[in-house]
């Protein structure tokens, strides 16, 4: 009997690319709101979602993930960056986000992204690291201290960013702010090709630990490409930005 959770499927079921959930999630994370033209927010916008309000977020990751605790002495399936947009709307009257745009630099998360609605896509991502020695390599955490992320995709450019921590405590931005939404379902070649069907899911998040946070100010560039539409959602300015550490659990997604 084949077994596993995702492909490839086998006797003993360890080959699958992901396992089962709960995943469990800690980071280090950019967290840059901007404000953009609201017209090209809302056309990224599923049909009936919510009016888009003209604020973005986004957000630059260097995640360590596991399931079962396994994955943190082999931490090569465990540590991964990423790099995303959340578009802001309102919905049902209260504040929510959409992903329209997703990069990871691991297929494991290319995968677990993807049975949560998010549509990853393979990038290579790179973040500043913040560590607790007052040294000019530590970039530790107070006044001053200058960060930097980019994102490239097939050898392009798509982002970059540039944050100054301003000594002060820093706000919880974007995901860590407002619920996410994203679409699931896959198109099929199953006797001809068939399109998705996308389903509209939100992402359920338990446990969540907040570490510090730290206010910044910050500049973000989106870049444009051949394939990838993310200039579109170029920011017209910067509205806050902060940097800092965040945990949390994922089971399931709900249905929107």
Known sequence: MLT????????????????????????????????????????????????????????????????????????????????????EAERAGSPVSFCPFIYVDQDVSL??????????????????????????????????????????????????AALTLTGGEGRHLGLLARPTYGLFGLPSIVGGAKPAEPQLVRMVAD???????YAADAEVELYPSPRDELAMLAPKRVLEASAGYFAMTVTQVAAG
């Open 207 to 213: 446990a969540k630990e907040f570490g510090p946070f």
């Open 111 to 160: 995968i677990r992204g993807w049975l949560q609605g998010l549509p990853k896509k393979l990038g290579s991502v790179w973040l500043t690291r913040s560590y607790p020695v007052d040294h000019v390599a530590g970039a530790p955490s107070r006044a001053g201290t200058r960060l930097g992320a980019s994102l490239a995709v097939k050898d392009r450019r798509l982002a970059q």
């Open 4 to 87: 596993g959770f995702t492909s490839p499927l086998t006797p003993e079921g360890r080959s699958s690319l992901a396992p089962a959930p709960p995943w469990h999630y800690a980071g280090w994370l950019f967290s840059i709101d901007y404000e953009l033209d609201a017209g090209t927010a809302a056309a990224f916008l599923p049909d009936g979602f919510g009016t888009a309000t003209g604020r973005a977020t986004v957000h630059f990751a260097d995640w360590q993930a596991t399931s079962d605790g396994s994955e943190l002495l082999d931490p090569v399936y465990a540590q991964y960056r990423e790099c995303f947009v959340l578009v």
